[in-house]
């Protein structure tokens, strides 16, 4: 520590002609070199890589935790900045990295992450959001349960917050919300059942959403975030009672067998 330090970000994506070239330009500056690895994209993310110039690999999506631990390994230097490509540093967070690669002192920094929902920035229901996304890979991986994967650091390692934000343009309206909470809630509640995980239909299908969105809205002021904070706050809800709904199912299937 307190040497200068090579980073390399890393970014996974599938068709996102939309973000891929905002984030990646976000991060050029602060970083040695840029691997995105794709999976099989249909649209327009390829061309743009390529002509960024950035290391451009593809490789069969077998799941978020599993494509991004691949692309980490697919880094040249140990030091791993990794968004995914809806996300951007802001010029506040590119400034800290900046300073942090000619004086390394920690194995992890972790970032608040503030969120645009559907044009308007949550800065109460969705915030801090805080998110571990630079990191020396000889001390962590990504695991969690899919989809929501998250860096785990070892025991050992030393980890600062940092209180400068990575935006994240997480979705343009709410049909787009709306169907990545279908999706998200199969692919949740799948992994949980594979994990061995029961639901219990009054504890988790009934009660967990409630508390969820009384928790985003109310205890975390989600109200002042307007008209969008209360729509996220019950899609939020929504995106529980129906992972528990489906986990619950997929519990009492079993128990039929």
Same mark, same amino acid.
């Given at each position: 520590?307190?040497?200068?330090? @090579?980073?390399?970000?890393? $970014? $996974?994506?599938?068709?996102?002609?939309?973000?891929?070239? %905002?984030?990646? /330009?976000?991060?050029?500056?602060?970083?040695?070199? $840029?691997?995105?690895?794709?999976?099989?994209?249909?649209?327009?993310?390829?061309?743009?890589?390529?002509?960024?110039?950035?290391?451009?690999?593809?490789?069969?999506?077998?799941?978020?935790?599993?494509?991004?631990?691949?692309?980490? #390994? #697919?880094?040249?230097?140990?030091? $791993?900045?990794?968004?995914?490509?809806?996300?951007?540093?802001?010029?506040?967070?590119?400034?800290?990295?900046?300073? %942090?690669?000619?004086?390394?002192?920690?194995?992890?920094?972790?970032?608040?992450?503030?969120?645009? =929902?559907?044009? !308007?920035?949550?800065?109460?229901?969705? =915030?801090?959001?805080?998110?571990?996304?630079? *990191?020396?890979? /000889? /001390?962590?991986? *990504?695991?969690?349960?899919?989809?929501?994967?998250?860096?785990?650091?070892?025991?050992?390692?030393?980890?600062?917050?940092?209180?400068?934000?990575?935006?994240?343009?997480?979705? %343009?309206?709410?049909?787009?919300? =709306?169907?990545?909470?279908?999706?998200? %809630?199969?692919?949740? !509640?799948?992994?949980?059942?594979?994990?061995?995980? /029961?639901?219990?239909?009054? @504890?988790?299908?009934?009660?967990?959403?409630?508390?969820?969105?009384?928790?985003?809205?109310?205890?975390?002021?989600?109200?002042?975030?307007?008209?969008?904070?209360?729509?996220?706050?019950?899609?939020?809800?929504?995106?529980?009672?129906?992972?528990?709904?489906?986990?619950?199912?997929?519990?009492?299937?079993?128990?039929?067998?």
């Amino acid at each position: 520590m307190g040497n200068p330090v @090579l980073i390399s970000g890393v $970014i $996974i994506t599938y068709n996102e002609e939309r973000n891929i070239e %905002a984030c990646i /330009k976000s991060i050029e500056e602060v970083v040695d070199e $840029i691997v995105v690895v794709d999976s099989y994209s249909t649209d327009k993310t390829p061309e743009i890589c390529k002509r960024l110039g950035v290391v451009f690999l593809q490789h069969p999506f077998e799941g978020h935790i599993e494509q991004k631990n691949y692309a980490m #390994q #697919q880094a040249s230097n140990d030091y $791993i900045l990794a968004l995914d490509a809806d996300e951007r540093l802001s010029a506040e967070l590119r400034d800290f990295i900046k300073q %942090a690669k000619a004086n390394w002192q920690y194995d992890a920094f972790r970032f608040n992450r503030l969120n645009n =929902y559907c044009g !308007a920035w949550l800065k109460r229901s969705w =915030y801090p959001d805080k998110k571990l996304r630079l *990191w020396d890979r /000889k /001390k962590g991986h *990504w695991g969690g349960t899919n989809p929501h994967d998250r860096v785990v650091m070892d025991e050992e390692a030393t980890t600062k917050h940092v209180k400068h934000d990575i935006l994240h343009y997480a979705y %343009a309206n709410l049909e787009e919300h =709306y169907d990545q909470v279908k999706k998200f %809630a199969i692919i949740a !509640a799948n992994a949980k059942y594979k994990k061995g995980k /029961k639901a219990y239909f009054f @504890l988790h299908v009934i009660l967990n959403p409630w508390y969820k969105f009384f928790r985003k809205y109310v205890l975390r002021l989600g109200f002042l975030d307007g008209y969008y904070g209360f729509i996220f706050s019950g899609l939020t809800a929504y995106l529980n009672f129906m992972k528990y709904l489906r986990l619950w199912e997929l519990n009492r299937n079993e128990k039929r067998k």
